[in-house]
Every structure is written in C-alpha cells, then in structure tokens.
C-alpha cells in the first residue's frame, strides 16, 4: 500500500475505522470474531492506522482492538481519542482538561493492552477549557513517552492554530467525503500551511456510498443513522443523485462505488489518510481495492462537480469546528 504523511507520521493511506465494531451501526457487538479477522486482514493488506475511541462501546472498542492487537502491535499505529463522556440520561460531557487528559490516556492504555499510544486525539473541543491547557498536558504525555503523537478532531482554524502553537499538531480528523466536502476543503490551505495532516472519518458517507443503503427501512432501529438529517425521507432522495453518479464511474472502471469514492478522497493528496470503518473482511478487501484504482481527470472533474449532500453532518452540529 501505498503511505501517506501526517505531520512526521507516516501510515498506510487507507487505515480503518472500527468504530461500527462495537457501536453506533447497525449489528454493531455481532461478531466480534469476525472483527477480530477483519483487522488482522487489514494488516495483512498494508493497513497500519486503526482508529478507536474511549467513547466507542464506551470502552469496548478499545478493548476489542486491544484483543485483537494481542503479539501483533509492532508497526500498526494506534489510534484513540478522549474527551467525549456519554452521559446516561443522553447526550454527552466535553472535557479537555488537564486532569481528565491523564485519567483518559491511563485508561485507553490499559484497554488496548499497550504501553503506548501512536496518535492521540482531542475527540471534540471543550470549550470550558483553553486549548493551551489541554494541549500543555498532552505535550507532556509525548515527554514521557505515553503518546507519540496527537491530533485534533474536528476543531476549526483558531483552534488548530492556537494548539500548534503550543506543540505541533499531527493530524486533523473530520468528515471528509464526496458528500462531505466543505469542512476539509476549508481547512486543507491551513493544514497543508502548518504541515498537519488530514484523516477524514467516514469517507463512504457513514455507507451510503457504497449503494447498499436506499432507503432508512435497510437499517436496525438502533442505527443512529435513523436520526441522522441525510437520511431522512425528503434528503435521501436528494442525496441518491450523488450515489448514482459515483455508481456511472464504478461501471466505467469495472469497480464498486465505495471504491470510486474512496479514490476521489486519495486523489485529493499525499497527506491524507482516510479511515473508513467495516467489521466484515469482504468490505474490508472491497475497500482496499482503492489503494490502486485511478481516476481520469474527467472522471475526477465530473465527481467534482457534484452537488453538497442535503441535510446536516448531523442532528446536533454544536459540537464540531470549533
């Protein structure tokens, strides 16, 4: 596979998201063995970044890339994130602290069963705690060999410039896809300006991209996609013109949609490394098919053109750019 770089990180450019291991989608905690094959295949396949939070599961998707990792962690870059605490009667609590970097690192660490965490992310910004603060105690984790490297999810330029500042920032993650495109088309000058990379997070369109979703009735009443804008009724219909232009280029190519769609994102630099997310080993494969296909600048130019998605990122969008 071929790599990418993010800031003096270099990783493989597709990496893998395991979030839907253990939440969030649809069989979500449905066979974790078959997860369990679908990262060591990953590894096998040039895959070296897996991406994990403490809030996943919570905590039991650290603990499923831990297990999973178990005589296998030289050479595969760990990544997590703290600072999102579900509360239980709903919704969440943001906490960049200082003391709560510490308790979290401790934590992750001891779930993924290593001594050492290669990217660590500020999953979102807390805006009760300056990101000097926040940034000061992650600098001090790296001093100490804890963290290799840190990142931010999902902040916006003030923010960014303001914590490199502080201690160089490796990666920004966001959504970035071809139907999330604005977020990290805006902040791409300023990354590439600081020599941060970028890691977009679903970059099928949470797996709208792939065609197997036309209709919300396909996904588990669970499914927080349920509740997600663009797929409601009204934004589906809109959004399904994207998917079938993605699908025309697939046909062109012999290829699948999720893979024109992952090539677009590849083809827009060397520093960037999108991780999308599957638990199934046969998606995962369809995935890394990517690494080598390659679009006509025709082609590109026509999925350039295509319109935003309807509908926001998200039922609540308090929480991202800041």
Same mark, same amino acid.
């Given at each position: 596979?071929? $790599? ?32 369990? @094959? ?30 999973? $990792? ?13 600072? !999102?605490?579900?509360?239980? +009667? ?40 300056? &990101? ?7 600098? +001090? ?5 804890? &963290? ?17 500042? !502080? ?11 071809? #139907? ?15 020599? &941060? ?11 709208? $991209?792939?065609?197997?979703? =036309? ?9 927080? @996609? @349920? ?15 994207? $998917? ?19 090539? #677009? !994102? ?13 638990? =199934? ?6 995935? &890394? ?23 926001? @990122? ?9």
């Amino acid at each position: 596979m071929e $790599l990418a770089t993010l800031g003096a990180l270099s990783v493989g450019r597709l990496g893998l998201g395991c979030m839907g291991m253990s939440a969030y989608y649809s069989g979500a905690n449905s066979d974790e063995a078959e997860s369990i @094959r679908t990262i060591h295949r990953a590894l096998e396949l040039g895959v070296t970044m897996l991406d994990t939070a403490e809030t996943y599961g919570p905590h039991t998707n650290e603990e499923l890339v831990g297990r999973a $990792l178990a005589g296998r962690r030289d050479g595969v870059v760990i990544a997590t994130k703290f600072g !999102v605490h579900p509360r239980s +009667e709903g919704g969440r609590t943001l906490d960049g602290t200082p003391e709560n970097v510490r308790r979290s690192v401790e934590g992750s660490l001891q779930r993924l069963g290593t001594d050492r965490i290669d990217l660590y992310y500020q999953h979102r910004m807390d805006p009760a705690t300056p &990101i000097e603060d926040t940034v000061g105690a992650l600098a +001090e984790l790296i001093a100490e060999g804890k &963290i290799l490297h840190y990142g931010l999810s999902e902040a916006g330029e003030e923010t960014l410039r303001r914590a490199h500042a !502080v201690h160089p920032v490796t990666a920004l993650q966001t959504e970035y896809s071809l #139907w999330t495109r604005e977020p990290a088309e805006r902040m791409l000058p300023v990354l590439r300006e600081l020599g &941060i990379g970028l890691v977009p997070y679903s970059p099928l369109g949470r797996g709208f $991209l792939t065609g197997a979703i =036309r209709s919300a009735d396909a996904l588990d009443p669970g499914d927080f @996609r @349920r509740s997600n804008p663009r797929f409601a009724d009204d934004n589906l219909a809109a959004n399904l013109r994207i $998917l079938d232009a993605v699908e025309i280029v697939a046909a062109d190519l012999d290829a699948m949609p999720a893979q024109v769609a992952l090539a #677009w !994102v590849l083809a827009q630099g060397d520093d960037i490394a999108p991780i999308p997310g599957t638990k =199934r080993v046969v998606r995962l494969e369809e995935n &890394i098919g990517a690494d080598t296909l390659r679009l006509t600048p025709d082609q590109l130019a026509a999925l350039d053109a295509l319109p935003p998605a309807a509908g926001d @990122r998200y039922a609540d969008m308090s929480g991202v750019g800041r």
